[in-house]
């Protein structure tokens, strides 16, 4: 794909500016502003000593026909920016305990909280759905919002406005031929995010995967149906969290597309299961049915139809399935066999059968957390294909006769 790269820099009062007039706009996906008033402190500090700041990296992106300039890397930057400018910052625990529901909840871990390292580093941290839009009205500053008491004074003294047209702030700016279609566009910055964001802190796991389809919307419901939320994972602190569906999406479209088979499964390491997942998610968005770990790609169809993931919605009211898990063991049973029926083999399940599917899913799973080291170790690859292969064998059983 033709593109051009651009480098500069501008003082922080255009960029500020910049923000204001929505010159340069946040994906969909990015949603939250992360640093806490010593990391905005000292970015200020980095400032006043000339230091280097790595640049932001803004994406020109056609959209419905019109250019867009997104910002791909440097939010928490630029919003500090602009905390600057009005010399105050986001209290993020008073703005949860005011507003308990904007607290992003992440994906679970389905790691055993037995067995982590003694130096494991719980990387979790409290964050809200905000960023910097939220203080932007009519392209000014919305200072009634900012009357809130959760935004609170940064420094003791204000900078002064010279300040501002003094200090430089550098660019990447990436533009696209005019010409460019969709499909190459989209590959594009989806390669770029990947380059960015991978292994970064800017961004959650599940906001980091989302970096990989921001171009194909229509996605999302597929990846992360929003129904989802109220099914979690209630274990240690550090496990517990929303249903991670991506992984039931990604490990069945291997085992379907690769005779019954996994051929590569991080297990307990965190990032390479995180890897795995995105390496299905770009398997999707690039529709590669040659993809290197085989990944079954002929669903979801394109363009998208979002019938069978509502059919999930019906059917986990339907058969009764629980909302609540206290161990990755019943989750997994619960869901590998409901996802393969419905998502891959486009079945349609007997909701009268659900007591019967019900005693057989929870024999297994006590069956399961019987086995020596199996409910201690129950990512582990050995453990995990007979789940599959269990839930998936209890779901067959369920399955409509004209289905």
């Known amino acids: 794909m ?30 939250s502003f992360v640093w806490d008033k010593a990391q905005v402190e000292n ?24 250019w ?39 994906i679970a871990d389905d790691v055993s909280g037995a067995d982590q390292e003694d130096d494991f580093v719980d990387e979790r941290i409290k964050m809200i759905n905000w960023n910097f839009g939220e203080i932007i009205k009519n392209k000014k500053l919305n200072t009634k919002e900012l009357e809130s008491s959760f935004y609170k004074q940064l420094l003791d003294k204000a900078k002064e406005e010279r300040w501002f047209n003094e200090h430089f702030l550098g660019f990447a700016y990436i533009k696209p031929s005019n010409d460019v279609n969709d499909e190459d566009q989209s590959k594009f910055y989806s390669d770029i995010f990947r380059n960015i964001n991978i292994g970064g802190t800017k961004l959650t796991r599940l906001e980091n995967r989302k970096s990989l389809y921001f171009l194909k919307e229509n996605l999302k419901n597929f990846f992360v149906p929003e129904f989802l939320n109220a099914i ?11 249903i991670d569906f991506i992984k039931y999406l990604s490990i069945l479209s291997q085992y379907k597309g690769n005779n019954f088979t996994l051929l590569k499964y991080g297990g307990r390491d965190w990032e390479k299961n995180e890897n795995y997942y995105q390496k299905y998610i770009m398997a999707v968005v690039d529709a590669n049915k040659e993809n290197e770990l085989k990944f079954d790609v002929s669903y979801p169809t394109i363009p998208y139809n979002s019938d069978r993931i509502d059919r999930v919605k019906t059917s986990l009211t339907s058969l ?13 049973m619960y869901f590998f066999g409901l996802v393969n029926e419905i998502v891959f083999l486009n079945h349609q399940l007997d909701s009268t059968k659900k007591d019967a599917l019900h005693k057989e899913l929870n024999a297994k799973i006590e069956a399961f957390k019987l086995a020596e080291n199996h409910k201690d170790n129950p990512n582990a690859l050995k453990y995990l294909k007979p789940r599959i292969a269990d839930s998936l064998n209890i779901y067959k059983k369920a399955r409509l006769k004209n289905g």
């Open 320 to 332: 009764e399935v629980p909302k609540s898990f206290t161990s990755i063991i019943d989750m997994d």
């Open 232 to 242: 979690r994972l209630e274990t240690s602190s550090r496990e517990s969290g929303l």
């Open 68 to 106: 867009k300039n997104y910002i791909l890397d440097g939010q928490q930057r630029l919003t500090s920016l602009l905390f600057a400018s009005i010399n105050k910052y986001i209290d993020t625990r008073e703005y949860i305990y005011q507003k308990p529901d904007t607290e992003i909840q992440q």
């Open 2 to 31: 033709d593109k051009r790269v651009y480098y500069g820099e501008y003082s922080l009062r255009h960029w500020i500016d910049l923000i204001l007039k929505e010159n340069v706009v946040l994906p969909w996906y990015q949603r």
């Open 43 to 66: 970015l200020i500090k980095t400032l006043d000593n000339n230091q280097f700041i790595p640049p932001v990296i803004i994406g020109a992106v056609r959209k419905d026909g019109e």
